[in-house]
């Protein structure tokens, strides 16, 4: 049972403009969203995050915005660029069991010139 | 170097064989973990410790074993290696916050033939 999903494998934006990938969860229990980056042949790396409590947190060209209602979170990206391309995952630890970290299933972003 | 590192990087085995993959980290973390990735799953979490000694299972544990006798090191063992044990595995560590930023290694590609 995936409780963080990313439905959309892929997204391919233009240089310059806006990335938008979106993340689902059902577990009503998550209190702290996380988004993370991953180029080929490397671990992942830690991008921004954001806590229950608020609704956008913002760092430079990145923003992540949480609908808690909706059980729903989104990362936008702007202005995209190349080096933006890359797998990304969006993850989320719940209250009470801030151990584990649970991913998505990720999303692969190319941004071409 | 400072940081967290994989062993080996790659690797091929045979059914029923017995796998080791090693994680090092030089920060002192308190938290170290191991997740696998798979093509439409993401990130899923198999084990992790919170301390030396303490270890606890993730979401797809069946089939590795793990241990922390030192807090900088946490090895993954296939005690009989299957075919859908084939993944790149990644370990991280953290700190001991409840908003966990992962860091990870570069990941362990494993192919059981």
């Known amino acids: 049972d995936q409780q963080v999903k990313q439905n959309s494998p892929s997204l391919s934006v233009q240089e310059g403009r806006i990335s938008i990938l979106n993340c689902d969860y059902t577990n009503s229990m998550f209190d702290y969203f996380l988004w993370y980056k991953k180029y080929p042949a490397e671990g992942p790396t830690f991008l921004i995050s954001i806590s229950s409590i608020k609704d956008k947190n913002e760092d430079g060209r990145f923003t992540v915005f949480l609908n808690k209602s909706a059980k729903h979170l989104s990362l936008h990206i702007v202005p995209s660029q190349p080096g933006d391309s890359a797998v990304y995952f969006c993850?989320?630890?719940?209250?009470?069991?801030?151990?584990?970290?649970?991913f998505g299933t990720g999303t692969r972003l190319q941004v071409f010139p | 170097d400072a940081g967290i590192t994989q062993s080996p990087r790659y690797k091929i085995t045979e059914t029923g064989r017995q796998v080791t993959l090693m994680c090092h980290q030089t920060?002192?973390?308190?938290?170290m973990f191991w997740y696998r990735q798979d093509l439409g799953h993401g990130l899923r979490l198999i084990y992790y410790s919170a301390a030396a000694d303490i270890t606890d299972k993730g979401e797809v544990p069946d089939g590795y074993v793990v241990s922390r006798s030192k807090t900088e090191n946490f090895p993954l063992t296939l005690e009989s290696a299957t075919r859908s044990q084939t993944s790149v595995y990644f370990c991280a560590s953290r700190v001991k916050t409840v908003s966990g930023e992962l860091f990870f290694g570069e990941g362990s590609r494993l192919t059981v033939l």
């Open positions: 920060w002192s973390h308190s938290y």
């Open positions: 993850a989320a630890s719940a209250l009470g069991d801030t151990d584990k970290l649970i």
